[in-house]
């Protein structure tokens, strides 16, 4: 079946620590999203990428990386740089349209990060 | 820049009954598209339903129905005939479309929703 994978699903890191976060998706989307959340909060976008080799910034991107080497995959990197970290972290991929089509969002399972 | 606000923290509501989950939104552009995911406390998101703006009739799946009033900038979820199972949070999202045709969403804060017996 066709979906995305995220892991690890539970993570811990000391303060000072770099961690990346993986995410695979066998869907041949050509779009990757990275999101936030927090607590009582929404989601907040972080990074996404449209094509290969291409990505942009978010909202929040301060204080994470990101890398697309290959259409299936869409790693984060959450730097030492990054203030309040443990977060729930979400991937996501879509196809591209610029129609006004739903163009709907697929979500990986999460990764819940906590800086100890 | 567009906003999606929910104002219900959390709601209540009995199997079988009906519930409207409300949510508004505020952009200046023409074309654009609604959804609505529901977040079990597993973490996933799952589409539920989506509505584009030019649409003319309001979307349904299901038991789920949009509720979608343009001059109000509104678009509500009514979830009909509540089961247990749909005990969740509910996220209301706006997208805008990216140059090169990617997708953002904007989501708003979310609604807990729980299902009584």
């Known amino acids: 079946d066709g979906g995305i994978t995220q892991s690890p699903k539970y993570l811990f890191r000391k303060e000072g620590q770099n961690v990346t976060l993986s995410c695979e998706q066998n869907?041949?989307?050509?779009?990757m999203y990275w999101y936030r959340q927090d607590p009582g909060q929404g989601l907040r976008l972080i990074y996404y990428?449209?094509?290969?080799?291409?990505?942009q910034k978010g909202d929040i991107a301060e204080g994470y990386s990101v890398s697309r080497e290959k259409k299936e995959s869409f790693p984060l990197t959450v730097t030492s740089a990054q203030k309040n970290p443990t977060a729930f972290y979400l991937c996501?991929?879509?196809?591209?349209?610029?129609?006004?089509?739903?163009?709907?969002?697929?979500f990986g399972a999460g990764s819940r990060l906590t800086v100890l | 820049a567009q906003k999606i606000t929910q104002t219900q923290p959390g709601m209540f509501v009995q199997e079988k009954e009906a519930v409207t989950l409300d949510c508004t939104y505020d952009?200046?552009?023409?074309?654009?598209?609604l959804f609505w995911y529901k977040q079990p406390s597993s973490g996933e998101m799952i589409f539920l339903i989506y509505q584009g703006s030019y649409d003319e009739q309001n979307a349904t799946e299901g038991r789920y129905s949009l509720n979608f009033q343009k001059a109000r900038k509104s678009a509500n979820l009514v979830i009909s005939a509540s089961q247990l199972g749909d005990s969740a949070m509910y996220f209301c999202a706006m997208r805008e479309i990216l140059t090169g045709g990617g997708n953002k969403l904007t989501f708003g804060t979310g609604t807990q929703l729980k299902v009584e017996l």
């Open positions: 952009t200046s552009d023409q074309s654009y598209g």
């Open positions: 869907l041949n989307h050509d779009a």
């Open positions: 996501a991929s879509s196809i591209q349209g610029r129609g006004s089509g739903a163009n709907v969002l697929t």
């Open positions: 990428s449209q094509i290969v080799n291409d990505f």
